[in-house]
């Protein structure tokens, strides 16, 4: 099935370090959600955006939904090392048959202490 | 508990036996979606329901692949007849109150290894 690509696939940070990543469609969404997963664990939400441009922020996160409802971008702050794990995008897209999400590739994070 | 939970957590199969697993919804959530997560993968839709009705079964892979909310709360997803090719976590995610929800909530996953 179709993957949304996210860049980059993985990264170590120092602590403290403010971290970018982003996630490119070739298709258009209504809504992009940022999940965390932790192993052996489900994707716990992060962020929604419901509109093109829409700038939100939850805590040290900051999610942006691109102008062409193409792309997403994540950005975490002053990183911890709680923050590690496995960050996915998801778009979603009504189409009256329900509001099924696209998943990303992942971005795994690796925090160095 | 508030969240979504499903059992069992971890499942070994044999190739050719059928499984069976549950999902618990959030109370009061309209929708239910199940996914599947190959390893090192995003989660892939399989199948949507909207109270009882199963609304959107595209991502199914097979037709070994069958899921029912038969009252509009607890789902299972079935899996006749296991390949290996099964193995992977199966994830059941709901959403609502009403039918106008975005936000989806994950339970933790049902791990199945087919040997």
């Known amino acids: 099935g179709q993957q949304l690509n996210q860049s980059p696939q993985s990264m170590f940070i120092q602590e403290g370090e403010d971290v970018s990543m982003n996630c490119t469609s070739s298709s258009i969404f209504n809504t992009w959600l940022w999940y965390k997963q932790d192993p052996g664990e489900g994707p716990v939400l992060l962020i929604a955006?419901?509109?093109?441009?829409e700038l939100t922020s939850n805590g040290r996160l900051t999610a942006q939904f691109g102008i062409t409802r193409k792309d997403s971008f994540l950005n975490i702050s002053a990183s911890i090392p709680s923050d590690v794990g496995i960050y996915f995008c998801?778009?979603?897209?009504?189409?009256?048959?329900?509001?099924?999400?696209?998943f990303g590739t992942g971005t795994q994070l690796k925090v160095e202490l | 508990g508030a969240g979504v939970s499903q059992s069992p957590r971890y499942k070994v199969a044999k190739r050719g036996q059928d499984v069976a697993l549950r999902c618990d919804p959030i109370?009061?959530?309209?929708?239910l979606f199940w996914y599947q997560q190959a390893l090192g993968q995003g989660p892939e839709f399989l199948t949507y329901f909207q109270n009882e009705a199963q609304l959107d079964k595209s991502g199914l892979p097979s037709d070994r692949f069958f899921a029912e909310r038969p009252e509009g709360s607890v789902s299972t997803l079935k899996i006749q007849r296991t390949q290996q090719e099964d193995s992977a976590v199966y994830l059941c995610a709901s959403s609502g109150p009403g039918t106008g929800s975005y936000e989806q909530y994950f339970g933790p996953g049902t791990r199945l290894t087919v040997t």
């Open positions: 109370s009061g959530h309209v929708s």
């Open positions: 998801a778009g979603q897209l009504w189409a009256g048959g329900g509001n099924k999400l696209t």
């Open positions: 955006l419901y509109k093109a441009g």
